[in-house]
Every structure is written in C-alpha cells, then in structure tokens.
C-alpha cells in the first residue's frame, strides 16, 4: 500500500512540476542568476552612472559573507554581536564583470535612506543606533578606480531618522520626510530653519497604533510641489511654504505603507508634462503586524490618482495577486514592474509567508481591467528587505531578502545572497531586430535645451521613437525613493548617414526632472535601447 501511495505521489510532484513548467514557459520574461553569492543581503540598492551597483545592508548584523580588506575592520564596543568587525557590510557591484569589491561602512544603516545628489553623489541617511543622526555620502567612481563610504563629521541630522524617505527637489537639495517617531522633514544641505527641523503635522495626523506612517511614499510633482502619502491618506506638500495646500481624499483598502507595505510609483511624464499620476499597490490587513500574523491574506487593490486634477478622486482596480512588499518599477517604456513580496502577513522580522513568485506588469495606458499581465515566475523567494532596480540594459536587478534579525541559512525562507536580473518581454530574441542603439548623445543637456539623438536600427523605423530619461532611485523597503520616468517631446526620427536622427527638447525645469544624471533611452516599438547616461544641469 504504500509503495502505491509514494508513487501516485510522485506521479503526482511530477505532474505538478510539469505544469508549472509549461505555464512558466508560456508567460513573458525570462530569469537570469547573475551573482551565486554577493556577501551580504542587499536592503538598500541603487545603480551608478558608472554602471555599478550599491549594495548596502546593516551594520550590526554580525558576520556577512564578505570580508573587508585586511586591516579594515570597525571597533565598537557597543555592538552586541561583533565589537571588532572585519565584515563587509556594503559592497558594490560591477555590471561589466559581475565582480563584488568590498565597502567600509561605519555606523548602522538599518531602515536608512538615500537619494542621489546632481553631482551623481550617493547621499545616505539615518538608520538605528549610532547611525540615527549621521549623514553618509558615497561619491561613485569607474569600476578600475577606489572610492569608498565616507561619513560625515562636520554635519548631522537634526532629528534622528529611521523609516524615512528622501526625495530631489528641483533645486537638487533633498528634502527627508518623517521617520519612526519624528513627524518632521528637513532637508540636505540643511536650510537655515530655528531648529533645523519642521514640524509636518500630518505625518502625526496618520500615525496609528502600528505606525503606518513610516517610509512615506513622496513623489515630486510637475509643479515643484509634493505628493506625500501615509497610512492611507496623502497631501500636496508646498516646501518652499512649509505648508499643506491640498487633502486627498483617503485611500481604501487599510494601510500601505511600512509595516502594512504596499508600494508606488509617479507615472512617467509627458507632454506638456502637467499631469502627474499616481499609483499605489498592495498592503496588508491592518491589525497583522500588532498580532504579528504570517497569514493574513494581503490586499491586491490598488489605486491611481491624478494628483494635478482641480478634483482627483481614487480610481481602484485589483491585481491578479495579493501582494505585500511588492517593488514597483519603472520600466523605460513607461509600464511598471511589480515584484518580490509575499501574498500574506506583513512587514517585520519572520512575519510574511507565501512568497508571490510572479511579477505583474502594469501598464497604464490600457483600459481598468486590462492593465495587469501576469509574468513568468521567479524561484527565488524575495521577501523582506529585498529590493530591485531598474539597469542600463533595460533589465532589473533583484537583490537581497533577509527575513531575520540577522544571516540565517537553514529558515523556510533563508536570508539571500544570490542576485538576479529579470528581462522584461521587450528584451526577448524576437524583438532584437528592433532594438535601437543609441549612437550619438551629447553628454550633458540642460532645461529645455535642443539637442540631437543619433540611433541605429537593424529593421526600418516605421514609427516614433521616443527619447526618455529614467533617473537612479535608492530603493530600499518595497519603494524606490526618487523614482521618476520623463517622455521628452521629439520629432519623428530621419535617416542621417546610415543611422536615424531624432530632434529632442530637454525636460523644462527641476520640478518635471531634478537635475542630475539620467539614464536616457531611445524606445523603438516598445523596445528600448541600452541607455547613455546624461547629465541634466540648469
């Protein structure tokens, strides 16, 4: 009896594994592992004009699987698990070589965040414990060349930030909003304010028993203002006025952000670029981190916005999936990714279950109902504190997951090392003959500014080829702060000497594209190419 139990089991695993794999093969988008064993868990990740990638975890986490260089290790006495640690705790990808090198980094980055500066610096802010107040920048450098984190002395927070959100502004300061216990924003280079903070009230306004106030979602709208969502609500922040100028109305469907994480992205903009929509994505049940439920299903409801309407209302649809810290990313053509997360519990240490394998990809300009298209899965579980971003390529990079308080191996859902790339359908072989290349770019473009991009292509051009400028976001728990995707406004490509030429206006002013460098690509069909870095300067 029990020879014929295992094998109808067996029959069975295999009938199973059979149609996954069919299914898998029918969906878009393909997988690739790109590094075994990267050290350390990434929580936070952000791509360099230098195409490196930054990858940055805690610091007192204990041992990672990177060692610094021989005599760089980090002394202090109050760390609980390593007073001496010559542990890598950061480290930086080359894309070229999918090599890993080692970064030191000193004080505790946990639940930081960061942004970069127009100069392509990484600025990095906040985390726990010794890293509360302090200021980190890392100024990136060619793959051959050294640079390193530097910490700050000379500057510091005026109120410690943990949980909190960095956003450009169009003069290329950085504006960092609220964080557990701190309703406040401030900003870097700090502003000449009484206390160096300012009191936002509405981030206290939104706090609840949980928190869900904390990592709010900001986006920097076409006119110069902020959209600032938390728990369930949003404003339209004046920095300059200090001042709420607009409520939105309320967000159904419970909490989204941290520790009831959804996420959201600005959609690109275009146009005469006066219109800024808003999307937001998933959430858990509130209730789930208080009763520290791994079960509860998450939402799969999402709203979008048009936060520049005289009169916006939600607009709801549903994802084919419940999904908490799903990350939404922007993809070159203007659709957005959503993967990683879980399809139950919430935000914390072991506190989700039900890993969501598939990616969905939004696309926003189809009709409510037909926006969503499911994608090829993953095997990989990425669950808390995982992250990915948009690359050069085209392609996204998944980092990081570490459930644990610190690196364990042997959980149903272990910390992870391994870093993958997903290929969106537009990359697959039978759309290469479409595939632009960027030929000829000027390196540097400033507001408004005329210029000329030169493309080639296998197949003729049979219609627009758009020009759009995606910037480097610092993505760490289920949002990429900064995030943002321009249309410029173009001319219908003419050939020139074997290739197309295409006349583009550079994005008006900071408050449609903060200045700083952009990841430019040329969008043939749906197709984009691999991007030049530009650098947008007033």
């Not at 995606?470 to 490509?493: D, E, I, Y």
Request: proline share 8%; with cysteine; hydrophobic share 40%.
């Amino acid at each position: 009896m029990a020879k014929y139990a295992s094998s109808s089991r067996w029959l069975l695993q295999s009938l199973i594994f059979t149609i996954l794999s069919t299914v898998r093969a029918q969906l878009p988008g393909t997988w690739e592992l790109l590094v075994p064993n990267a050290g350390v868990a990434s929580m936070h990740t952000a791509v360099t004009r230098f195409n490196t990638v930054v990858l940055l975890d805690r610091t007192n986490i204990g041992p990672s699987r990177k060692m610094l260089p021989k005599g760089h290790c980090r002394i202090d006495s109050n760390d609980v698990v390593l007073k001496k640690d010559c542990f890598a705790h950061s480290v930086v990808l080359d894309l070229q070589t999918n090599q890993i090198r080692p970064l030191m980094i000193l004080t505790d980055t946990w639940c930081s965040s960061g942004q970069f500066l127009p100069d392509g610096t990484l600025v990095q802010t906040g985390g726990d414990l010794d890293g509360f107040k302090k200021i980190r920048k890392f100024e990136p450098c060619e793959p051959g060349e050294f640079c390193d984190w530097v910490e700050l002395k000379d500057v510091e927070l005026a109120n410690g930030r943990w949980y909190a959100t960095n956003q450009i502004l169009p003069d290329g300061t950085v504006i960092i909003v609220g964080g557990r216990g701190t309703n406040t924003v401030e900003y870097y280079p700090p502003r000449k304010t009484k206390n160096g903070a300012i009191e936002l009230k509405f981030l206290a306004d939104v706090e609840d028993n949980q928190m869900d106030n904390l990592y709010p979602y900001v986006h920097l709208l076409p006119n110069g203002h902020l959209f600032i969502f938390a728990n369930n609500k949003a404003v339209m922040y004046d920095h300059e006025g200090n001042r709420v100028i607009r409520d939105y109305p309320a967000l159904s469907g419970g909490p989204r952000n941290y520790p009831s994480a959804g996420s959201s992205v600005m959609l690109a903009l275009e146009g005469d670029f006066s219109t800024a929509g808003i999307v937001i994505c998933g959430g858990a049940q509130y209730g789930a981190f208080i009763e520290r439920s791994t079960d509860t299903p998450a939402h799969g409801s999402c709203g979008r916005i048009v936060a520049t309407d005289p009169k916006p209302g939600w607009e709801m649809e549903d994802m084919p999936y419940g999904r908490i810290m799903g990350d939404m990313v922007m993809l070159p053509t203007g659709d957005t990714l959503i993967v990683n997360g879980a399809q139950a519990g919430t935000q914390g240490f072991e506190m989700a279950s039900n890993p969501c394998l598939y990616p969905v990809l939004y696309r926003p300009d189809q009709p409510v109902g037909l926006r969503f298209m499911t994608l090829n899965p993953g095997t990989v579980p990425r669950m808390y504190h995982s992250t990915a971003n948009l690359l050069p390529d085209g392609r996204v990079l998944i980092a990081g997951s570490n459930p644990h308080y610190f690196y364990k191996f042997g959980a149903e859902f272990p910390t992870e090392l391994r870093l993958e790339t997903f290929s969106p359908e537009y990359l697959s072989p039978d759309r290469a003959n479409v595939r632009p290349v960027i030929e000829g770019i000027p390196e540097t473009v400033r507001y408004g500014e005329a210029f000329d991009v030169f493309v080639s292509v296998s197949l003729p051009v049979v219609g627009i080829i758009e020009v759009n400028f995606g910037n480097a976001p610092f993505a760490t728990h289920s949002f990429s702060q900064g995030q943002r995707l321009v249309k410029l406004n173009v001319t219908p490509s003419v050939p020139d000497s074997g290739r197309y030429r295409i006349k583009c206006t550079a994005p008006p002013n900071g408050a449609v594209a903060p200045p700083g460098y952009y990841m430019v690509f040329a969008v043939n069909q749906g197709v984009p190419s691999v991007a030049r870095w530009v650098h947008l300067v007033a």
